[in-house]
């Protein structure tokens, strides 16, 4: 079997700047890339560009999700058991911010505001007795927001 030789340059203990390597990096500094699995032809570059800036909302969607709907992690084997929770999920998101631009409020807050209203009712001597729940005032036109849906 014959020796494998390597060149020099690879065992030289002295440490050298790759100058071709730091020019080119001078040249792309500032430049930022974006990769899509789209067509080069099918959107514009303005679009794919304008659609990367609005990851921010995603990624704000997805914080949010965490704390305020106290998500944990779920470990899941099978696919169908993947697949429901990722829907369940996702659902929970889109309601979410549904109701977060209906009202202009935070989830966190919209969750522990509708926690607190409470209504029951209950069965006494064959009579159903109906206890609204005691809306706030400055919880009111919320509420309204959120019956009318839009």
Same mark, same amino acid.
């Given at each position: 079997?014959?020796? @494998?030789?390597?060149?020099?340059?690879? %065992?030289?203990?002295? &440490? +050298?700047?790759?100058?071709?390597?730091?020019?080119?990096? *001078?040249?792309?500094?500032? #430049? &930022?890339?974006? +990769?899509?699995?789209?067509?080069?032809?099918?959107?514009?570059?303005?679009?794919?560009?304008?659609?990367?800036?609005?990851?921010? @909302? +995603?990624?704000?969607? %997805?914080?949010?999700?965490?704390?305020?709907? *106290?998500?944990?992690?779920?470990?899941?084997?099978?696919?169908?058991?993947?697949?429901?929770?990722?829907?369940?999920? %996702?659902?929970?998101?889109?309601?979410?911010?549904?109701?977060?631009?209906?009202?202009?409020?935070?989830?966190?807050? #919209?969750?522990?505001?509708? &926690?607190?209203?409470?209504?029951?009712?209950?069965?006494?001597?064959?009579?159903?007795?109906?206890?609204?729940?005691?809306?706030?005032?400055? %919880?009111?036109? +919320?509420?309204?927001?959120?019956? *009318?849906?839009?």
């Amino acid at each position: 079997m014959q020796e @494998q030789k390597y060149p020099q340059a690879l %065992f030289c203990t002295e &440490k +050298v700047l790759d100058e071709k390597i730091i020019e080119r990096g *001078r040249m792309l500094a500032g #430049l &930022k890339g974006y +990769v899509t699995n789209l067509p080069f032809d099918s959107v514009p570059a303005t679009q794919v560009i304008s659609a990367n800036h609005d990851l921010w @909302q +995603v990624e704000a969607s %997805f914080r949010m999700t965490k704390s305020d709907l *106290r998500a944990r992690p779920i470990f899941h084997r099978e696919k169908d058991s993947i697949d429901a929770h990722l829907t369940v999920v %996702f659902a929970a998101l889109a309601i979410g911010r549904h109701l977060q631009e209906l009202t202009g409020l935070p989830l966190k807050r #919209l969750i522990t505001d509708l &926690k607190a209203l409470r209504g029951s009712r209950v069965l006494i001597n064959g009579d159903e007795i109906t206890f609204d729940a005691l809306i706030p005032n400055d %919880f009111a036109e +919320v509420i309204g927001v959120l019956k *009318r849906g839009h």
